[in-house]
């Protein structure tokens, strides 16, 4: 099994501890001006797993650490909610196992697994061997382990300590060119999921700066991506369309199929906006049998509404509901929310352009209760938000 949901806690208290260079009598020490002191011997305890942290403690813990009261629940949440459900087996496999089988995980819409996988390698990265193709040195390798966890992290919707982490390995010395581009790609998606589009397009153009000095940079992708989902939320298609080009033959030559597959569908939309139709089923239909050859059945239904939605503009509307049916068919099927609400987020958009008001009106309620059941990141959910701003106030 994975580990014990306060060992791991336990686990990142001391990583805590130990980035601010503080011993236990130190933090015993300056805690003594707080209502919750922190003796040696409790703490101790916690940082091994043997005893729960109390509510109470986390005030003087941050105030110490200097770390938001929130990153330490957002990150308790997480591991509490692991254990409930049950992690994957973790405790025979070795730090660079760990790591292939969180990213793995990740790859194919695994997320509390990749998160287990990934927290799990943290016990192991900085005393593993080293991965000199990847790393400088053990510090930065370590860091790195912190970044894959807050990305599985983010990816199940904490971003306050997602971005804790990221900002933290951005402030360090330790990162390599590489590291470095992967956590201003980082910092970059989580501040688009707190909403906050200008420090997200900052750090979009920084990771961009940051690749010319990384040749052969396996994030470059993700880069590329960043910059065509900017300009898509700000109504740019046109400077979207090269950005995501990019980011789809840089996926497709690191052979990262799922990431081609949702660029690709990045690059519809762009098309779809724009009435460009042949260009977007052109797209579609690579998507498509990306989808058909490597079971992306996700990507496939976003792939088939908006399909059905060039189909019902094409006057073709048995082909159109058709596609629509089996998009729906196919999210219903999977009882996947985050599906359900790509799936009607295409069709509201649709709906919206055509002026079919009443339509509008309904998929729009759907879409505002699902909101806030899935994660912010899911790139739908923050173009949502950001026609929501850009509309009149209804009811």
């Known amino acids: 099994m994975a580990v014990s949901c306060h060992v791991a806690f336990g686990h990142y208290l001391r990583t805590l501890r130990e980035r601010r260079g503080l011993a236990l009598e130190d933090v015993w020490t300056l805690s003594q001006t707080f209502p919750e002191s922190l003796n040696k011997g409790y703490l101790s305890r916690c940082e091994n797993g043997k005893q729960k942290l109390a509510l109470p403690k986390v005030v003087a813990m941050s105030r110490i650490y200097e770390v938001p009261a929130d990153v330490f629940l957002e990150r308790l949440e997480l591991d509490l909610e692991l254990e409930k459900i049950g992690g994957p087996p973790t405790e025979k496999l070795n730090w660079s196992q760990l790591r292939e089988a ?217 082909s159109a509901e058709e596609k629509l049916r089996e998009a729906k068919e196919l999210a219903k099927g999977f009882n996947d929310r985050i599906l359900r609400f790509q799936v009607d987020f295409y069709l509201y958009k649709q709906a919206q352009a055509l002026d079919h008001s009443a339509a509008a009106r309904a998929i729009r309620r759907r879409l505002k209760k699902l909101m806030f059941s899935i994660p912010g990141t899911v790139e739908q959910v923050v173009e949502f938000k950001m026609l929501e701003k850009s509309l009149p106030a209804r009811d």
């Open 102 to 318: 969180g990213k793995n995980a990740l790859q194919h819409g695994h997320k509390w697994e990749g998160y287990a996988f990934l927290r799990d390698a943290t016990f192991h990265a900085a005393k593993a061997d080293l991965d000199a193709s990847a790393y400088a040195n053990p510090r930065e390798q370590e860091v790195a382990a912190f970044i894959n966890v807050a990305s599985a992290a983010q990816g199940l919707g904490k971003y306050r300590y997602a971005r804790h982490e990221y900002l933290y390995a951005e402030n360090t010395s330790a990162l390599g060119p590489n590291s470095s581009v992967l956590a201003a790609t980082r910092l970059a998606s989580v501040f688009a999921s707190l909403e906050d589009h200008d420090t997200a397009q900052e750090y979009a153009d920084l990771a961009l700066a940051r690749l010319s000095k990384a040749p052969n940079c396996p994030f470059e992708g993700f880069v590329y991506e960043l910059q065509g989902l900017h300009r898509l939320r700000r109504k740019n298609q046109i400077e979207a369309i090269p950005w995501f080009q990019k980011a789809y033959d840089s996926f497709r030559n690191l052979k990262l199929v799922r990431n081609s597959a949702n660029t690709l569908i990045g690059l519809a939309d762009c098309y779809l906006e724009l009435r460009n139709y042949g260009a977007a089923t052109r797209t579609l239909e690579t998507a498509l049998h990306l989808c058909d050859q490597y079971s992306l059945v996700r990507i496939r239904a976003l792939a088939l509404t908006i399909q059905g939605i060039i189909d019902q503009a094409s006057n073709r509307p048995e």
